[in-house]
T-cell receptor
Framework: QKEVEQDPGPLSVPEGAIVSLNCTYS??????FMWYRQYSRKGPELLMY????GNKEDGRFTAQVDKSSKYISLFIRDSQPSDSATYLC???????????FGTGTRLLVSP | GAVVSQHPSRVICKSGTSVKIECRSL??????MFWYRQFPKQSLMLMAT?????????EQGVEKDKFLINHASLTLSTLTVTSAHPEDSSFYIC????????????FGDGTRLSIL
């Protein structure tokens, strides 16, 4: 079993839709949870990160962590074509060191 | 800010060749750099962690004699794939951080390595 599971997609939605991206994990030692966005032929860029359980909101993006279920989510409101990218979840037991990534979910937002 | 440049972006070479990939932090001092590898349809896998001026720490299953890492300055780390074979073909990507575990990793744009 992989430490981090993520549906590779693609996930296709119309512009303006609410997008839900999810990851599950098996290692209860993970305390730090991140979401990265990766455009084609570019490196991942950090979108949001949370420590332990709870919600965090930044503009159109909301990250949720449910440690009891070992489940994290990223919600994108009012999705835009420019949001089309691959979204990677990553997590670690110690800050931003030794990240364990999901495979990434490819998101396509059509105008 | 926090720009990481990785070069080259694409390499195609013959089996048995050694290939060097450079990772530079352009606007900050990178105390720690990480090297990842990604095979098709798989996740980014950490290969090694390098701290400036120290030997790299390799993850389990990664051959240190095959993947030579040098981090001689605060702005440059290199990964050399020695005597590359077709099974080494992959996407290699570096990241850099100031070394504080509370600071995020900043990623380069990756190198697509193809060994014929």
């Amino acid at each position: 079993q992989k430490e981090v599971e993520q549906d590779p997609g693609p996930l296709s939605v119309p512009e303006g839709a609410i997008v839900s991206l999810n990851c599950t994990y098996s290692n209860s030692a993970f305390q730090y949870f991140m979401w990265y966005r990766q455009y084609s032929r570019k490196g991942p860029e950090l979108l949001m990160y949370t420590y332990s359980s709870g919600n965090k909101e930044d503009g159109r993006f909301t990250a949720q962590v449910d440690k009891s279920s070992k489940y994290i989510s990223l919600f994108i409101r009012d999705s835009q074509p420019s949001d089309s990218a691959t979204y990677l979840c990553a997590m670690s037991g110690r800050g931003f060191q030794k990240l364990v990534f999901g495979t990434g979910t490819r998101l396509l937002v059509s105008p | 800010g926090a720009v990481v440049s990785q070069h080259p972006s694409r390499v195609i070479c013959k089996s048995g060749t050694s290939v060097k990939i450079e990772c530079r932090s352009l606007d900050f001092q990178a105390t720690t750099m990480f090297w990842y590898r990604q095979f098709p349809k798989q996740s980014l896998m950490l290969m090694a962690t390098s701290n400036e001026g120290s030997k790299a720490t390799y993850e389990q299953g990664v051959e240190k004699d095959k993947f030579l890492i040098n981090h001689a300055s605060l702005t440059l780390s290199t990964l050399t794939v020695t005597s590359a074979h077709p099974e080494d073909s992959s996407f290699y990507i570096c990241s850099a951080t100031t070394g504080n575990s509370n600071q995020p990793q900043h990623f380069g744009d990756g190198t697509r390595l193809s060994i014929l």
